[in-house]
């Protein structure tokens, strides 16, 4: 049975096997603990995991922003979205993205941001099966250091 609840500092290391099979790289685990108790205390951010007989197998982050435009009403990005391999196609995605968008819904969001890769193709085919469109809008992205 899959669990979506929060992520807690015991699951830190799991996050970071996560991350590191998301972005083929390992994570700093000093600095992601550290980062990680920085998110924690800021009520915008949600960091759901998805456990399966209590492992991690999956996640996302949503993060809560006010808008100034119009009725000003905030809207959510969704970043680091992952499921691991050894989960993929179970329904893990779907119940991680749909508990962070009943989040979005009772934080009155007006829209959710996805972006992924150009890449990621059946990722792609997978956000569209739960009602995302490709807009067909740029994404720019300016790295601000060596990474």
Same mark, same amino acid.
């Given at each position: 049975? !899959? ?8 699951? &830190? ?6 991350? /590191?099979?998301?972005? *083929?790289?390992?994570? =700093? &685990? *000093? ?5 990680f108790?920085?998110?924690? @205390?800021?009520?915008?951010?949600? &960091?759901?995991?998805?456990? +399966?007989?209590?492992? &991690?197998?999956?996640s ?5 922003? /006010? =808008? ?8 959510? +990005?969704?970043? *680091? !979205?992952?499921?691991?391999?050894? @989960?993929?196609? /179970? ?6 993205? *749909?508990?962070?968008? /009943? ?12 972006v992924?890769? %150009?890449?990621? #193709? %059946?990722?792609? !085919? ?15 992205? #300016? ?5």
């Open positions: 049975m !899959v669990v979506i609840k929060e992520i807690e500092m015991e699951s &830190l290391p799991e996050l970071g096997n996560l991350y /590191q099979e998301l972005m *083929n790289k390992p994570s =700093d &685990l *000093n600095r992601l603990e550290e980062v108790k920085g998110v924690k @205390a800021d009520n915008r951010y949600i &960091l759901l995991g998805a456990f +399966v007989e209590g492992e &991690l197998l999956g996302l982050m949503g993060i809560v922003c /006010q =808008d100034l435009v119009g009725d000003c009403k905030p809207f959510m +990005v969704i970043e *680091n !979205v992952v499921v691991s391999a050894r @989960a993929r196609r /179970q329904g893990v995605g779907k119940k991680l993205m *749909n508990a962070i968008e /009943q989040a979005a819904r009772e934080r009155d969001c007006y829209y959710i941001i996805l992924s890769g %150009e890449q990621r #193709k %059946e990722a792609h !085919v997978f956000y569209e099966s739960l009602g995302y469109r490709d807009e067909k809008v740029e994404g720019y992205r #300016k790295h601000l250091s060596s990474h």
